[in-house]
RNA sequence: GCGGAUAUGGUGAAGUGGCUAUCACCUGAGGUUUCCAACCUCAUGUCGUGGGUUCGACUCCCGCUAUCCGCACCA
């Protein structure tokens, strides 16, 4: 890794938005902030890492892949929190019509007035009478929520209804809960993952591919019991990490340590950040620039519980990457209770709880036309009374002396085998910044050498990950060395998952130069030898050496 | 959103109230060349955007948009 600088950021912009890799979007319309294109070069590196990371987890062996939609109904994510939360209270000036932030106008009597709700808020400004910053007047309007998502309208005219476009793609994994479950034969653990653009209006996108108004989420959905002891295998990430916890600052330790010590407060949250660390070095994060760092209490989201942000270094400094959060049992329940619907797994019970009843109920019949609109009360307390009652008994119920006769009154007795119970599952949410990554992976790949006295620079990317697989160059395009070049290439790239790039033009150490500048791992040289031999030269591009290889034997 | 700076070919820069706007690299064509940005010839391509001042604006002024740096915000 280089040293990060200033200067080096602006010449890896350069490069990238030069050969293609990650550009401004609509740039020929002025552009847009916090909206970027991958172009020629980056829209396979970004689909490269998003299929490895859908394979990373789904090597879990518990893990499928679902995709839902980025619109989304108002109703959805009114459950889930995200319009209550997601948002900035306004409110208007009534006498000059300009909006303040309603937390700002009173935060100097109040220091925490942004974690106030909206009717607070009202209350507040009623009792604070705060001026207008534009006009000095003191006449506000309602408080009303902007919120922070993309506003849009499902269907078109008065039938349309209200919706946004996700912030996130967790809430499709919760809302398809049932189906997951189904999949899985009822049985957890078991996760979801899905791979998508998520939204978010940003105030003030900055820095680049860091803070985006669509990006690109890759989010895990994992189901546990919360009853279940988790047990995981830490043996084989036995080195120490660099982890910033809550209670005790920088420590470096490993996660199986980091567990059993209680510092990470969950197993599966720990299982998922060695996890995490897994992929993030498979796609080229050098592992000295990746740390973990617990959230304080007051910067969790909403629905979390204990939440671990895997940081990388890179030109914009540390900056978080990925967030594992354990979100408990919060959205499937908030969804529950929104639409009555059950989003709940079946625990059965070692062993069958039997519940004995012996007591007395009321016989309807009778009781019934007695009591009329008592009857329910009168029934509630029957049923509390001992077995060894004996009627006639009175009852006070809401003032009124009541007499139950034998007759209102049967004898209630039954066994009840339960052999197990609903419970709402727990949830551990591995969130990934797609963009963020690919930003760091090639920020940590950039490497600026020299050659022959002259600057080169080059991404020196995991095969993994690799935009183009493989450079084809004719030593000279003619003898007919072209022709079998362009053969071999398409040979190439008609071959499942390999990406060739024909290049015949300029000298080949341009060609080279070219080739290592946007990270193809391997050159294929076709010379005057080869049109007799069917050898050609394959180069490495991180240490240059070539070898003489058949064309049959070539192993793309 | 606030304050400051900036905006010239694909990239990086120079420059001017008036002449065909300059340079390097890159890109393309041809030549040359038997494996790491070689060389020669030629070619393509630029003043962010809208308005104003002016006989004339890339240059001066204003708005907008975008970018960068602080502040604020950040699930």
Redesign the pocket.
Known sequence: MDEFT?ER???L???L??RGIIL?AF?IH??????YDFGPVGGRLRSKVSQTWIEHWQSLGNIVEISCPTVTPYAVLEASG?VG??S?FLTDCLACGEASRADHLIENNHPNA?SFSKSQLEAYIDEMEPRCPACQACDWGPVKAEN??FNTKIGAGSSGRPGFLR??TAQGMFTSFTSIYRHFRERLPFGAVQIGKGY?????????MI?LREFNMAELEYFIDPEVDTHHDFSKWDKPVTLISQDDGEISMTFGEAVSKGIIRHGTVGYFMAWTMDFLTKVGIQPEGLRFRQ?RPD????Y?QD?WDAEILGS?GWI?CV?I?HRGCYDLESHEKATGQRLRAWRTFDEPKVIETNGWTTDGAKAGPAFRALAGKVKEAVEELDSDSCFPITLELQGELLEILPEHVKRNQKTETIAGEWFIPHVVEP?FGIDRIIWHLLDHSYLETQ??G?????LTLPEEVAPVDVCV?P????DGMGVLAETIHRDLCSKKGVFSIY?A??????R???A??IGVPW?I??????LFDNM??L??RDT???R?VAISDLSF
């Open positions: 200033p950021l602006s010449r912009s350069g490069m938005k030069r401004p740039e002025g552009g847009s902030a916090g909206l995200h939360e997601f900035d942004e922070l998502m912030p996130e978010r209006n940003e105030i003030s996108p900055r820095q680049g803070r959230h910067e969790m989201a909403h979390a939440c914009y978080e967030g959060a969130a050659k022959s002259e600057n080169y620079c080059l160059l030593l000279y395009e003619k290049d033009s300029g000298s080949i150490g341009r080279y130069a070219r290592d500048e050159c040289t076709v010379d005057h030898d080869s050609v030269t180069r490495q240059g050496q070539q003489r």
